[in-house]
């Protein structure tokens, strides 16, 4: 057997080993994106059945294999288990190999791949935790962040540093400015500009309270001044009910610092830009159902899904879609 055989065996054998640990990791990704939300503890209480409660046996925890030979029902009640399970599942392993074929062993070492890996099985959490809850918990956030300083410890002091930099496109100043280049904004975005445009623009009870102290500024009769309070003072109810209103959440912000640190500043933009538009159309149609559907019910919608969008995509082609685009200039 030749070199080369044996040298494509091997290969091969990494990457079955790293879908079915993929597979493994995506069935405990299932139960962070439903207990996290609810603070439940992830290792006290054992996989369950959500309809019956029933305690589900060893042998149908097989992630992938065990949805598909129950027909996505549970074995005691036969209550319908969501194909999500699997989804996940098969989309944790996926891209586990995905990356170890795109950052093989051979050149990258086993470190690098595995620390983007993990990176990747945290989006997928806050992902799926986002769009059903409209929330991402801290602590995967945080291990986002860890997995992020890891890899940039990783590639400055334990690996090949030159040649994973050269085929990476992504230095030492490319993470620290992938750090700020997205979130800064973001913060600035959602925090300040965002605000005062609402208060300023749209907001019609911030423009009545607006309009009501100028009156009080003004000399006014006894009862004119007792009915522009209590007028005040009910405009005041209603803006402290509502509450704030941001554009984006910190969440958004933290996870975006962490895929920049952990991609560059390249790949961020352009996960950014693919999460925008994704999040573009996907609003877009949101309000075109509305109005056929004469739906007056709130359309807001969670935007770190399509962050998480952009961010995949970044791993695989985010510094070539960026070069691309500039070679275009």
Request: hydrophobic share 50%; aromatic share 14%; net charge positive.
């Amino acid at each position: 057997m030749s070199i080369e055989i044996l040298a494509k065996l091997s290969y091969l054998g990494i990457y079955i080993f790293v879908f079915l640990s993929g597979a493994v990791i995506g069935s405990f990704l299932n139960v962070c994106i439903l207990r996290l939300p609810l603070g439940e503890s992830l290792v006290k209480r054992n996989s369950h059945c959500m309809t019956c409660g029933a305690e589900i046996k060893r042998y149908d925890l097989i992630p992938i294999v065990s949805w598909i030979i129950l027909r996505g029902k549970c074995r005691n009640c036969g209550a319908t288990i969501s194909p999500r399970y699997m989804i996940v599942e098969s989309l944790t392993a996926v891209l586990f190999t995905l990356t170890f074929v795109k950052y093989d062993t051979v050149n990258f070492g086993f470190v690098y791949p595995m620390l983007l890996s993990f990176f990747l099985a945290a989006v997928i959490v806050v992902a799926f935790e986002d769009f059903d809850t409209k929330t991402m918990s801290i602590s995967v956030l945080l291990w986002m962040g860890i997995f992020a300083i890891a890899q940039t410890i990783n590639v400055m002091f334990f690996a090949n540093t030159a040649y994973i930099e050269s085929m990476t496109g992504i230095s030492l100043p490319d993470r620290l400015i992938g750090l700020f280049a997205v979130s800064l904004p973001l913060l600035l975005i959602g925090f300040v500009i965002t605000p005062l445009f609402y208060m300023y623009f749209l907001s019609e009870d911030h423009k009545e309270r607006r309009k009501l102290r100028r009156r009080l500024k003004g000399e006014l009769a006894p009862f004119d001044y007792n009915r522009v309070t209590a007028a005040l003072k009910e405009v005041n109810g209603r803006i402290e009910e509502k509450g704030q209103v941001f554009g984006f959440g910190m969440g958004d912000i933290v996870l975006m610092a962490a895929a920049g640190l952990m991609l560059g500043f390249k790949a961020v933009v352009t996960a950014a830009f693919i999460g925008i538009v994704s999040g573009a159309i996907y609003g877009s149609f949101l309000k075109a159902k509305s109005v056929n559907e004469e739906n007056k019910e709130d359309n807001a919608f969670a935007f770190g899904p399509f962050l998480c969008i952009g961010i995949v995509a970044a791993v695989f082609i985010g510094n070539g879609l960026w070069d691309a685009y500039v070679s275009l200039l």
